[in-house]
């Protein structure tokens, strides 16, 4: 593990002199879960449930941001002493429910300090927000067809858990032979698609997607699936405005996909700021704004 990890660096190494010499600026710098700020060492991760050694993440289990990409000060997310998972402050700061983080009151900090050696990570409880079964569901398809230009309609064949916000992966779709290669050739960014949802009916959604081509309403197998941050944006527990608060109904969500429409919507932001990283670039995205707004 150690050697690979020595070959990967000595790549990097390689790849970055290259680009230097061709007078290019490279952001070179990287950062290890090992030599964060307070440089406090997280606790052993245990091997696997097959035995083997496991490294420490380097990403956070929330937001996915990871440690390499954050900038600024910040302080070093919490490990869990089961498994090699990390949470950012930032997101365990969304949490807001003593039953999941029992702050009793007292900073955040001091959970951290409390708990550094010895805490039990959320996903180790069973009590994430990307465990509740009813989000984790592979939701089948019944039918696709375009929708007006650039949007396409899927039925699910079974009642969806999805809401106009939601960023959603769309996969397997296949059509049968005799449909022709027109309408397969438009099914491909339908499979591809990992985009925004508009909610039209508890068996039916929309995306944006190129269906052009497709026949009026084209049988399709293939399934629809909420990705893993996607289930913490539902619980408000990803700091990003708007998409990280929950939202009230499919009427009102869909008033505010109207409003962002146009704007980014990526589903991981590695750029945004962390809570500490926060403090360099306030940007809309950042969690002064949230609180504010709510
Ligand atoms: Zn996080
Ligand atoms: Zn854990
Ligand atoms: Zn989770």
Same mark, same amino acid.
């Given at each position: ?23 290019k ?5 990287s ?6 700020p ?20 380097r ?43 029992p ?64 960023s959603?992966s ?19 960014p ?24 497709? +026949?009026?309403? *084209?049988? @399709?197998?293939?399934h ?8 913490? %944006? /539902? =619980? !408000? ?12 109904? +499919?009427?009102? *969500?869909? @008033?505010?996909?109207?409003?962002r429409k ?5 589903? %991981? /932001? =590695? !750029? ?23």
């Amino acid at each position: 593990m150690e050697q690979r990890r020595e070959e990967k660096k000595a790549r990097e190494e390689e790849r970055v002199n290259s680009l230097l010499e061709q007078g290019k600026k490279v952001w070179a710098a990287s950062r290890e879960v090992e030599d964060l700020p307070d440089k406090r060492p997280y606790p052993p991760v245990p091997p696997s449930a097959a035995g083997k050694p496991q490294e420490r993440n380097r990403s956070c289990h929330i937001c996915t941001q990871g440690i390499a990409s954050w900038r600024g000060a910040f302080t070093a997310p919490l490990g869990c002493s089961k498994c090699p998972r990390i949470f950012c402050e930032r997101c365990l700061g969304h949490l807001q429910d003593e039953a999941l983080l029992p702050l009793a009151g007292k900073p955040l900090s001091t959970f951290f300090d409390d708990h550094w050696d010895d805490w039990t990570c959320l996903m180790c409880r069973g009590v994430c927000a990307c465990q509740e079964p009813q989000l984790s569901a592979k939701v089948p398809i019944a039918s696709v067809c375009a929708a007006g230009p650039g949007r396409c309609r899927i039925k699910t064949a079974e009642p969806h858990p999805f809401r106009s916000g939601d960023s959603v992966s769309v996969s397997g779709c296949k059509l049968a032979a005799s449909a022709g290669p027109v309408a397969s050739k438009a099914l491909q960014p339908v499979n591809k698609q990992h985009g925004s949802v508009t909610w039209i009916s508890p068996g039916e959604i929309e995306l944006r997607a190129d269906a052009s081509g497709l +026949p009026p309403v *084209a049988e @399709a197998s293939g399934h629809v699936t909420l990705p893993t941050i996607e289930k913490h %944006k /539902r =619980r !408000g527990w990803v700091g990003v405005t708007g998409s990280g608060a929950i939202k009230a109904s +499919p009427a009102t *969500a869909a @008033a505010v996909t109207g409003k962002r429409k146009g704007s980014p919507t990526p589903t %991981k /932001r =590695r !750029g945004s700021p962390s809570r500490g990283g926060g403090r360099r670039t306030p940007k809309k995205t950042s969690t002064g704004t949230r609180k504010a707004k709510a």
